[in-house]
């Protein structure tokens, strides 16, 4: 069945509009791109000032081309485009890439032109991409696509790239050539205003030739979607973005700990990232290590390295960056440690890393890893060549090609030669080893590899079903707008939370010190008394709370030293107190990422120490158990010192719960449950605080 993206990426026939006569203007650079790399269909210059460029004949507009067009490229002033997008649609073109930029990116006016652009596409069923892009490119040899101006012509291969930026996309073709990285599709999407790069995400899923994607993003425009695709995709083909930006939960005021948190960190995009399955890397350099490794090789079958080099500092820093990165030093079998020592030199280090010392030559090489390959011992190999002047680098190069075709493991390696030999290597073994120029990078991808391999093993975990009580947080939540709060009284949480099955420490409100007495007795001492009312962010500050009350007649003259006599109102809650290790469970809905979830260790210092973890909604069982061990104080939870572990269960059900009542309410802003104690024994699993607010009514 045809896709909507089809006529993107897999045209029939294309329309440049805006061809130029100008050698340097990016009309006239586009098309040249696309004839010179021999576009199997017809190719339509229009521009109304000429009547040929470049051996076509150009016609005056779109609608004068006597044939069906499947694309058109945009490439005219901004005050033109809707004109233009509005003849294509008449014209019957199925896509659109408008180059020209000018719209949302300038402020405004150009936002609103933006979406006039969009909404006259839609209106006649055009896909666009764009505006403010690079064009499009696709290496299939019965398409042969280079939409765009950039000046390299790419190398075919198995690797898509999806680009927001444009003038980042011109120097990742160059990058790509001088990696010899071949790609199978480009696209730069620009402001995005119609196709998004999930909608991209989901097209190349089914695109045999592409077994990789690698991404520079700088937003999500569906952070839904983008996360449903992605969850998808990443179990059959890797996913590595370069992701500029953080998350800018800040940029309205974060009442919360939660919203703090994520304000202030980056923590939230690397959670949501990994839990779409999606690798996140620093640099661009990164990117490509990762994206070759990934295009040369399969997936390992553990994180066992076994590390070979013919330098012993190099070998060195490999071994210290494998073990960084998680990754296990695989130990050599005696039959392999036998079958090697026979061929190595006098004082080559027989062992793991394998230094067979500088005079290393191809021969050797391959023998080494060869043998090591068929360690069942051995997962993968990193191998190391500092060329000396007696031996060729290609010649080394060409017998690990050999050696590493007889294992189904992966391989990485290390070539510290000059660009010349690099050059020579690319024409005579063109789809040879992922090559890195430092250990730390190599081991950096192969640690990428396990990565992927252990995602692919995941299970994708369950959404629980969970008996809960909707009506009454809809009740409640209907209330508070009603009085027009966008905060909710410390009660009226607790009772949100109790309707959605999230345990909450026992309590009561009461409006005099008389009734304060009889909850506290009732409770049974100690007890905590507290202001109920919204907008105290930190009760402790605020003097708005009280702890250990542990008789009536401090509970008496508590009442009246919180209320103030009366002025700060006559309600106070009166809550029992727990204890266990006390963590904290919350939520944000991140203008840039969609609702989150968060958990960490909570109390009076969750802000300074910072140690939570976040998981974009909906979780499942496998997620709220990953999201608790992802803190660095998990040992605190299981247990230290001859402590016994909190009840797991307890938090992962508590976790999974919130999760559903943010997925059932959008209008829930931010939510923080905090302390929520967790405790060895189930029942003594509860929230002892919590802070809901509301986004605001439009």
């Known amino acids: 069945m045809p896709h909507s993206l089809d006529p993107i990426f897999r045209p029939r026939s294309v329309a440049v509009i805006g061809a130029s006569t100008a050698p340097k203007a990016l009309g006239r650079q586009i098309l040249e791109n696309i004839l010179n790399y021999r576009f199997c269909g017809p190719v339509y210059p229009v521009n109304p000032k000429t009547s040929e460029l470049l051996g076509l004949r150009c016609f005056p507009s779109v609608q004068a081309i006597p044939d069906a067009v499947d694309l058109a490229v945009v490439v005219v002033p901004r005050p033109a485009v809707p004109g233009v997008i ?218 066992r390295v076994a590390i070979i080099s013919n330098a012993g500092g190099p070998a060195i820093l490999a071994t210290d960056a494998v073990i960084g990165h998680g990754l296990e030093m695989a130990r050599l079998s005696e039959a392999t440690l036998a079958a090697l020592r026979p061929r190595m030199p006098e004082h080559a280090s027989v062992s793991n890393p394998l230094d067979m010392l500088p005079d290393a030559d191809a021969p050797l090489y391959g023998f080494a890893l060869e043998r090591i390959l068929a360690d069942p011992g051995v997962d993968m190999a990193l191998v190391i060549f500092v060329p000396p002047l007696m031996v060729d680098p290609v010649e080394v190069i060409g017998a690990l090609e050999t050696a590493r075709r007889t294992a189904a493991k992966p391989v990485v390696g290390v070539l510290m030669a000059p660009e010349e030999s690099r050059a020579l ?108 009312w919204a907008g105290i962010a930190h009760k402790t500050e605020a003097r708005a709370l009280a702890l250990n009350i542990r008789s009536t007649d401090q509970a008496f003259h508590t009442y009246h030293g919180l209320t103030h006599g009366g002025a700060l109102g006559d309600t106070v809650l009166v809550q029992e107190m727990l204890s266990g290790r006390e963590t904290i469970l919350g939520m944000l809905r991140d203008p840039n990422l969609g609702p989150l979830v968060l958990f960490g260790l909570g109390g009076l210092f969750v802000e300074t120490l910072r140690d939570v973890a976040f998981r974009p909604v909906p979780l499942t069982d496998l997620d709220a158990q990953e999201l608790i061990a992802a803190i660095r104080g998990y040992p605190i939870l299981a247990g230290v010192r001859g402590q016994k572990p909190v009840a797991f269960a307890s938090l992962e059900e508590a976790i999974l719960r919130l999760s559903r009542l943010v997925q059932d309410f959008d209008v829930l802003e931010e939510m923080d449950i905090n302390p929520f104690f967790a405790s060895e024994r189930p029942e003594e699993c509860r929230a002892a605080d919590a802070r809901i607010r509301l986004r605001p009514k439009p």
């Open 86 to 303: 509005a003849e294509c649609g008449t014209k019957g073109v199925r896509g659109v890439i408008v180059i020209t930029a000018g719209f949302r990116e300038t402020g405004e006016e150009g936002r609103q032109l933006e979406e006039a652009v969009a909404a006259e596409a839609a209106r006649y069923g055009m896909r666009l991409v764009g505006p403010n892009c690079m064009g499009v490119i696709n290496t299939d040899p019965h398409v042969r696509l280079n939409a765009t101006f950039a000046p390299t012509m790419p190398l075919a291969g198995n690797v898509a790239f999806l680009s927001q930026s444009g003038a980042l996309g011109v120097a990742i073709l160059s990058i790509a050539e001088e990696r010899n990285l071949g790609l199978s599709s480009f696209a730069s999407l620009g402001n995005k205003a119609d196709v998004a790069d999930d909608d991209v995400l989901a097209y190349w899923a089914d695109d045999p030739a592409t077994s990789v994607v690698l991404m520079y993003l700088e937003s999500f425009s569906h952070p839904a979607e983008f996360a449903r695709v992605a969850r998808q995709i990443s179990r059959k083909k890797p996913l590595l973005v370069v992701k500029s930006g953080k998350t800018q939960a800040g940029a309205r005021a974060a009442i919360s700990h939660t919203g703090a948190l994520a304000a202030t960190s980056d923590l939230a995009l690397d959670a949501f990232l990994a839990h779409c399955g999606v690798q996140r890397v620093g640099t661009v350099e990164e990117l490509f290590d990762l994206g070759l490794a990934f295009a040369r090789n399969p997936l390992p079958p553990g994180p």
């Open 425 to 532: 290597l690319h024409e005579t073994f063109p789809d040879h080893l992922a090559l890195c120029q430092f250990p730390e990078s190599a081991a950096r991808a192969l640690a990428g590899l396990e990565r992927q391999r252990r995602w692919c093993a995941r299970g994708p975990g369950q959404e629980p079903k969970l008996q809960v009580h909707r009506a009454a947080v809809e009740q409640i939540l209907e209330q508070a707008q009603r009085e027009g709060r966008c905060e909710l009284h410390l009660h009226e949480c607790f009772q949100v939370l109790e309707a959605y099955g999230i345990p909450v420490a026992r309590y009561a409100l009461v409006r005099s010190a008389e009734a304060a007495e009889e909850a506290a007795r009732s409770l049974g001492f100690p007890v905590a008394m507290k202001l109920p």
